[in-house]
């Protein structure tokens, strides 16, 4: 059961942002201060993605673990409404899924950033590896190597379920 009332629920449901969150603006600081000049939520690109470099034919989707499923301790499962929760996330995952394919359909290279890796202490060290890994493909582009393969970077790796029933 809800310990808040409808009206508490709705005012607490509404502050939360889509765009211009924490991990977004420590993202785009770090990335502004690498020298790297960016688009935010660029309407050009399906999904209005978070951070685009066009230089580095590069995405940055910064995905919040509860909204998206991320699996970590912060992908927590409320105890009431449950039916909702489940398809909205399932309608979140399948966008971004769709998203991603979009992206790499047009030759963009994705990085997904999860909150929990901008965090508490991981946070100079996800930045930090964002920023390399930008830096080595934009060198790759410069020399003119055509990739077959797209790049795909994920933060932190995706954290598998464990499947019930064993095997």
Do not use: Y
């Not at 939360?16 to 969150?21: C, E, L, Y």
């Not at 359909?105 to 996800?126: M, Y």
């Amino acid at each position: 059961m809800d310990t808040f009332s409808p009206e508490q629920r709705h005012r607490c449901m509404s502050n939360i942002r889509s765009k211009n969150t924490l991990p977004e603006i420590l993202m785009r600081k770090r990335l502004f201060a690498c020298g790297w000049r960016f688009r935010v939520c660029d309407k050009r690109l399906q999904g209005k993605p978070d951070v685009v470099i066009p230089k580095a034919k590069t995405i940055i989707d910064v995905r919040g673990c509860f909204w998206h499923r991320h699996g970590c301790k912060d992908s927590t499962m409320p105890k009431s409404n449950i039916a909702f929760w489940v398809e909205k996330w399932s309608k979140n995952v399948k966008r971004d899924h769709g998203n991603e394919v979009a992206w790499r359909d047009v030759g963009w290279n994705l990085i997904i950033a999860w909150q929990c890796s901008l965090e508490g202490v991981k946070v100079d060290h996800t930045l930090e590896r964002i920023c390399a890994k930008i830096e080595l493909w934009t060198s790759e582009c410069e020399i003119g190597k055509p990739r077959r393969i797209l790049h795909r970077m994920e933060l932190p790796k995706p954290i598998r379920k464990a499947k019930v029933g064993g095997a």
